[in-house]
């Protein structure tokens, strides 16, 4: 089996490298480049030099491949780099199905994002729906993943709250903190796209994935505390009428680290039923303080 990978230098794609190198599954990695040498150099893996947004780079590139997994995503759009949600999320997947369809490759994997849906609020998950619409009306046997907050050995969500609660006495937090996520972790998200290249009941399915349970933006900040070795961590809620013209103002700023769209996908909740997903990919997670505890340093 050969496998044509799209998104491999990101944080999920260097998970799925790894476990379809342990499956000892060929890769072929679509790869920018400027990207090139983020590329993991596993046995099997061999790259195609191109870029998703240019169909034209595309050519030959899935040809003898078996499958396509498609990784490509963004959190936070820079239309002034020609980084948007429109480009990465709809062009780059239409791209990778026509030429997918061109090149005689039937078998598609699509990772998408939980909250996405016909009327969405942010152009994040619009983009992400039109993307999966796009998917659903082609000719290929297509499956597609909707993860939650994906965390990890490597993240940037959980390791940058981290970062705040080792240096910082009060750690701000945007409005209640009550809002609910349900971060799952990247080794079991990898799991679910590895295994769906051999189940065929997963064609045509959708997929929600998240992890044991839901949990508050404060269970997380007290879950990764423990981890840490923090007995309480303190918390300054900022009230949101204050907070929303400040974002509005400043999220231009490639440097200011929210934007209006996440603060709104934040406050809707990321959570999700995930018992179709475990127990149509036999997975098995444990609970997040469990295993955020392998990989955060407690503070000496």
């Not at 840490?228 to 009428?241: D, E, Q, S, W």
């Not at 709104?264 to 997040?288: H, R, T, Y």
Request: charged share 20%.
């Amino acid at each position: 089996m050969k496998i044509f990978v799209a998104g491999a230098t990101g944080f999920v794609g260097q998970a799925l490298l790894k476990q379809l190198n342990e499956q000892q599954i060929e890769v072929r990695c679509l790869v920018r480049a400027r990207s090139r040498g983020k590329t993991p150099t596993f046995p099997g893996v061999s790259i195609h030099e191109g870029d998703a947004t240019q169909a034209a780079s595309l050519q030959d590139g899935l040809r003898g491949c078996d499958a396509v997994i498609n990784l490509i995503g963004i959190i936070r759009a820079f239309p002034a780099r020609g980084i948007s949600f429109q480009a990465l999320h709809i062009d780059a997947t239409r791209n990778l199905i026509a030429a997918a369809e061109e090149q005689g490759v039937g078998r598609f994997v699509q990772m998408s994002a939980n909250g996405v849906r016909t009327g969405a609020v942010t152009d994040y998950h619009r983009s992400k729906w039109k993307a999966e619409q796009t998917l659903k009306a082609s000719s290929l046997d297509w499956t597609i993943f909707r993860p939650s907050l994906i965390y990890g050995p490597g993240d940037q969500f959980v390791n940058m709250l981290a970062g705040m609660i080792r240096r910082l006495p009060v750690i701000p937090v945007l409005g209640d903190g009550r809002y609910q996520m349900q971060p799952v972790s990247v080794t079991q998200v990898a799991r679910g796209f590895v295994r769906a290249l051999d189940t065929d009941a997963s064609i045509g399915r959708t997929y929600h994935c998240g992890g044991t349970r839901p949990l508050s933006y404060n269970d997380i900040l007290d879950q990764i505390g423990a981890a840490l070795g923090k007995k309480r961590v303190r918390k300054l809620h900022h009230p949101l009428f204050l907070m929303r013209p400040v974002i509005r103002a400043m999220e231009g700023f490639s440097a200011f680290p929210v934007t209006t769209g996440q603060l709104e996908m934040l406050l809707e909740g990321n959570v999700c039923d995930p018992s179709p997903w475990q127990k149509a990919f036999a997975i098995e997670q444990a609970p997040f303080a469990e295993e955020i505890a392998t990989y955060l340093t407690p503070r000496s």
